[in-house]
């Protein structure tokens, strides 16, 4: 099988065991084709987990998960130094369930500061530093936290330097009807039986794929188009005053850079070599929409990100 006939039976394992919810799949794959960390926002019992276990458990890659608390500390998550007497080196480094491959942070907005501060070099610099030593991360390495949206008691507003490292960020919704039906049957079989664990895709599959996808063709329209929509979020009075309103900041440098990345992948996952303003539309709300930040006035109007994003595309040309 080609690389891309391997990730889609890949994509089509995941989409067995999490119903309804294929957009969910499609993006975390284009986050882990993009070697990028996703973060996953949705009510509680969404199968945001699920989902996550369920990449694990169809890739051949280990995964660790962080259950985050107001009292977690930095250690817990990175590792640290254990004294050992009879040791030529007095201590040794125990690494913390942050070395794998798929890492869940679940529940990502209950940690504090601190711990946020140690999970920020791991995504960024894939390596983190303990009592003045550098540990690297293993080759295939990705965040997936998860994060309630409507619970607030208890938990810290994630920082923008941090949200930034997520290359983007799917919101969860409520399955359809059908698709519901679907899961109620799924989790009754799974009661009366496992099923058969099937070997997992190689990791290799996942490194050749980056390297197809880096080879994807980005012509100069739709650079231009998505040069046009990040800088349609830093400077909206050029468009709309409406727009202008809303948007007290716009998105960084590393958006533009996700956003190239992400729509490469797209096109890839599609079977083409090129991209289009359609691979870019189809990846823009979860690339931005953690990026921007809204005005009070936009809060007022009841206006999300999502839906500001709307507007912005309605004003900008397409190639």
Same mark, same amino acid.
């Given at each position: @099988?080609? %690389?891309?006939?391997?990730?889609?039976?890949? &994509?089509?394992?995941?989409?067995?065991?999490?119903?309804?919810?294929?957009?969910?799949?499609?993006?975390?794959?284009?986050?882990?084709?993009?070697?990028?960390?996703?973060?996953?926002?949705?009510?509680? $019992?969404?199968?945001?987990?699920?989902? +996550?276990?369920?990449?694990?458990?169809?890739?051949? !890659?280990?995964?660790?998960?962080?259950?985050?608390?107001?009292?977690?500390?930095?250690?817990? +998550?990175? $590792? %640290?130094?254990?004294?050992?007497?009879? =040791?030529?080196?007095?201590?040794?480094?125990?690494?913390?369930?942050?070395?794998?491959?798929? /890492?869940? *942070?679940?529940?990502?907005? &209950?940690?504090?500061?601190?711990?946020?501060?140690?999970?920020?070099?791991?995504?960024?610099?894939?390596?983190? =530093?303990?009592?003045?030593?550098?540990?690297?991360?293993?080759?295939?390495?990705?965040?997936?936290?998860?994060?309630?949206?409507?619970?607030?008691? $208890? %938990?810290?507003?994630?920082?923008?330097?941090?949200?930034?490292?997520?290359?983007?960020?799917?919101?969860?919704?409520?399955?359809?009807?059908?698709?519901?039906?679907?899961?109620?049957?799924?989790?009754?079989?799974?009661?009366?039986?496992?099923? *058969?664990?099937?070997?997992?895709?190689?990791?290799?599959?996942?490194?050749? *794929?980056?390297?197809?996808?880096?080879? /994807?063709? +980005?012509?100069?329209?739709?650079?231009?188009?998505?040069?046009?929509?990040?800088?349609?979020?830093?400077?909206?009075?050029?468009?709309?005053?409406?727009?202008?309103?809303?948007? =007290?900041?716009?998105?960084?440098?590393?958006?533009?850079? =996700?956003?190239?990345? !992400?729509?490469?992948? +797209?096109?890839?996952?599609? $079977? &083409?070599?090129?991209?289009?303003?359609?691979?870019? &539309?189809?990846?823009?709300?979860?690339?931005?929409?953690?990026?921007?930040?809204?005005?009070?006035?936009?809060?007022?109007?009841? @206006?999300?990100?999502?839906?500001?994003?709307?507007?912005?595309?309605?004003?900008?040309?397409?190639?």
């Amino acid at each position: @099988m080609t %690389t891309l006939e391997q990730v889609k039976t890949l &994509r089509q394992r995941i989409g067995e065991d999490v119903i309804g919810q294929q957009d969910v799949i499609d993006k975390i794959l284009i986050g882990l084709l993009t070697d990028g960390n996703v973060l996953l926002e949705g009510l509680p $019992g969404l199968a945001k987990t699920r989902a +996550v276990k369920s990449l694990a458990k169809h890739l051949d !890659c280990k995964l660790n998960r962080i259950q985050f608390t107001p009292d977690l500390l930095p250690a817990d +998550v990175t $590792g %640290t130094e254990i004294y050992q007497p009879q =040791s030529e080196e007095k201590f040794i480094f125990q690494p913390g369930p942050i070395f794998s491959n798929l /890492v869940l *942070a679940d529940e990502i907005n &209950r940690a504090p500061a601190k711990v946020q501060s140690a999970l920020l070099e791991a995504m960024e610099e894939r390596q983190v =530093s303990v009592a003045g030593k550098t540990h690297q991360m293993e080759p295939l390495f990705m965040v997936l936290a998860t994060q309630n949206p409507i619970e607030q008691e $208890g %938990t810290y507003p994630l920082p923008e330097a941090q949200l930034d490292r997520f290359v983007i960020k799917i919101n969860i919704t409520y399955p359809d009807k059908e698709s519901e039906i679907g899961i109620v049957k799924l989790v009754r079989e799974e009661t009366k039986s496992k099923p *058969a664990p099937s070997a997992g895709i190689p990791q290799q599959v996942i490194f050749d *794929a980056r390297k197809e996808i880096n080879e /994807v063709k +980005v012509a100069d329209g739709a650079a231009n188009y998505i040069a046009d929509i990040v800088d349609g979020t830093r400077y909206p009075e050029k468009l709309t005053k409406e727009l202008a309103q809303w948007l =007290s900041y716009g998105a960084s440098p590393r958006a533009s850079i =996700s956003l190239d990345r !992400c729509a490469r992948a +797209v096109a890839w996952l599609d $079977g &083409r070599d090129y991209v289009t303003p359609d691979d870019i &539309r189809f990846i823009v709300h979860d690339v931005l929409r953690h990026r921007i930040i809204l005005s009070y006035e936009a809060n007022v109007a009841r @206006m999300n990100a999502d839906k500001v994003i709307d507007e912005l595309l309605k004003v900008i040309a397409v190639p």
